[in-house]
T-cell receptor
Framework: GENVEQHPSTLSVQEGDSAVIKCTYSDSASNYFPWYKQELGKRPQLIIDIRSNVGEKKDQRIAVTLNKTAKHFSLHITETQPEDSAVYFC?????????????FGKGTHLIIQP | KAGVTQTPRYLIKTRGQQVTLSCSPISGHRSVSWYQQTPGQGLQFLFEYFSETQRNKGNFPGRFSGRQFSNSRSEMNVSTLELGDSALYLCASNKVAGSYEQYFGPGTRLTVT
């Protein structure tokens, strides 16, 4: 089945700097790559996603890039703010049969230092 | 539009007991997926239901089961609870089975003692 690796597990950046979180996946059939943000004690929230026919997608301070050849995708957050502090999860989805749910990375705890 | 809701929010059970968790999807969403979240294993897919049928199942033992009703509400059952079943159980809904965007409920925190 699909396997998703996520790095780093913890990332500390100064407020205003950029943060980058990277994920790799194993199944070349995966075609959907969402990112979720989970604040302490809250539900995961979908913040951005990308499909395999697109290389990059941007939404204000957040962007995601996808390299299908290398099977990796990354989340970029610019001009980080205190409210960006949370755990971020990447995921990949293989269409079709089998376990058709999302396969998640282990998460990155992003800490924004004031 | 109301989001995904889950009940109860917290549960404490004893080893060997069974438990039933409930999930109501976003209005108009017909597919419900369940995930288990633990510090060690992260978020793991349990199963997906659409039109009252289980479409897919993750790598969990048969003690984990579920069902979906005609109004798209779903329940998840865990029998013969083990300490390792302590986790946050999240359900997510999407409009149709196998579609992409999934929206999570707040979860049920299950503690097994």
């Amino acid at each position: 089945g699909e396997n998703v690796e996520q790095h780093p597990s913890t990332l500390s950046v100064q407020e205003g700097d950029s943060a980058v979180i990277k994920c790799t996946y194993s199944d070349s059939a995966s075609n959907y790559f969402p990112w979720y943000k989970q604040e302490l004690g809250k539900r995961p929230q979908l913040i951005i996603d990308i499909r395999s026919n697109v290389g990059e997608k941007k939404d204000q301070r957040i962007a995601v890039t996808l390299n299908k050849t290398a099977k990796h995708f990354s989340l970029h957050i610019t001009e980080t703010q205190p409210e960006d502090s949370a755990v971020y999860f990447c995921a990949a989805k293989v269409p079709g049969g089998g376990a058709d749910g999302l396969t998640f990375g282990k998460g990155t705890h992003l800490i924004i230092q004031p | 539009k109301a989001g995904v809701t889950q009940t109860p929010r917290y549960l404490i059970k004893t080893r060997g007991q069974q438990v039933t968790l409930s999930c109501s999807p976003i209005s108009g969403h017909r597919s419900v997926s369940w995930y288990q979240q633990t510090p060690g294993q992260g978020l793991q897919f349990l199963f997906e239901y659409f039109s009252e049928t289980q479409r897919n199942k993750g790598n969990f033992p048969g003690r984990f089961s579920g069902r979906q009703f005609s109004n798209s509400r779903s329940e998840m059952n865990v029998s013969t609870l083990e300490l390792g079943d302590s986790a946050l159980y999240l359900c997510a809904s999407n409009k149709v089975a196998g579609s992409y965007e999934q929206y999570f409920g707040p979860g049920t925190r299950l503690t097994v003692t």
